[in-house]
């Protein structure tokens, strides 16, 4: 196994980091084994850990059982049990619909995988999963293993080197890499923080209904074609696939008034754009027109978001070189 395919062993103190990411096409879908498209983005969260009397998470002694992602990260990732000291950083907005719990679990899990011997990529894919999942009730495997693997990642389609297969008792996901056409996005938080498992839920209602597998087919279609577009860096008909995945989303009920006023300012400037992630608020992701990525940051700014262009991470979890003095 090639050093990329696995967290090494490391003493404490350890410190690792894991990117955000920007789902493309097919969220909401992909929880039901649709098709997806996500890339890992270059706003990353870094976290440090070394043991300690008792344990916390950026200074709060409470954290352990308040927070259910640091709660369950502990249960899944941490059997040794002895109390722990963590201090996370992150530029990624929480509750945004860019990754913020997939990279601190992505990157928690790693540092104490680390901590545990090592890690295989494919085991902290499952892991990271098991632990968001664990903390939300509820969710596909698409943001854990973006932060995991780095890069563009397509669950349950394309053609791309297999990176491993994540399981939950209901189903599985088969996750692969799709290659970096190398464009610069515009994601942009409207400032509607959104509970991912409420709006989750609320598309399983909906997708209940009689017109829900169609819907659904929808979906699939639209993100099998959008993984073959990027795949191959053909713009327009991305541009094309991403204004009818919104069009579904909005079918599915998890559109938002502060979404649509930033997907009616970014029209001008860009080429399509679309809720990403859980949707009822969170965040938009747009393809930028050529050489107006700064014009179209500037545009959302303006309408009341907080705009970042982004790139692709290659990267995906890694550990980082712990500061030689505390
Ligand atoms: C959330 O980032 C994406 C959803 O598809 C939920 C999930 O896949 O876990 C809405």
Avoid at 241 to 259: D, F, I, T, Y
């Amino acid at each position: 196994m090639s050093s990329a395919d696995t967290i090494p062993a490391r003493n404490f103190p350890v410190s690792a980091q894991a990117p955000g990411k920007c789902i493309l096409f097919g969220e909401h879908a992909v929880v039901h084994g649709c098709p997806e498209l996500v890339l890992a983005i270059d706003l990353t969260t870094q976290v440090f850990v070394r043991g300690a009397p008792s344990s916390s998470l950026n200074s709060d002694p409470n954290a352990g059982t308040a927070n259910p992602y640091f709660r369950v990260a502990l249960e899944v990732a941490w059997p040794d049990g002895k109390p722990i000291e963590v201090r996370s950083i992150t530029r990624i907005p929480r509750a945004a619909g860019l990754g913020s719990s997939g990279a601190f679990v992505s990157a928690l899990a790693a540092a104490l995988g680390a901590r545990t011997g090592g890690i295989a990529r494919s085991q902290l894919a499952q892991r990271a999963f098991e632990i968001e999942r664990g903390a939300q009730g509820v969710g596909s495997p698409g943001d854990t293993s973006a932060s995991v693997a780095g890069g563009y990642v397509a669950l349950n389609g394309g053609p791309g080197e297999p990176l491993w297969t994540v399981r939950a008792p209901e189903g599985r996901w088969e996750v692969r890499r799709v290659e970096d056409p190398r464009w610069v996005w515009v994601v942009a938080y409207s400032g509607v923080p959104r509970a991912t498992a409420d709006a989750v839920r609320a598309v399983g209602e909906r997708v209940r209904r009689p017109d829900g597998p169609a819907l659904l087919a929808q979906f699939a279609e639209v993100a099998r074609s959008g993984i073959a577009a990027v795949g191959r860096g053909d713009r327009v008909e991305t541009a094309e696939l991403l204004r009818r995945n919104q069009e579904l989303l909005r079918e599915a009920g998890v559109s938002h008034p502060r979404v649509e006023a930033l997907l009616a300012a970014a029209a001008p400037v860009a080429e399509a754009a679309k809720i990403t992630g859980a949707g009822a608020g969170g965040s938009i992701v747009a393809l930028p027109k050529p050489g107006r990525e700064a014009e179209l940051v500037r545009t959302l700014a303006r309408a009341g978001a907080l705009p970042f262009a982004v790139r692709c991470e290659s990267e995906g979890a890694s550990l980082v070189e712990a500061p030689t003095t505390e």
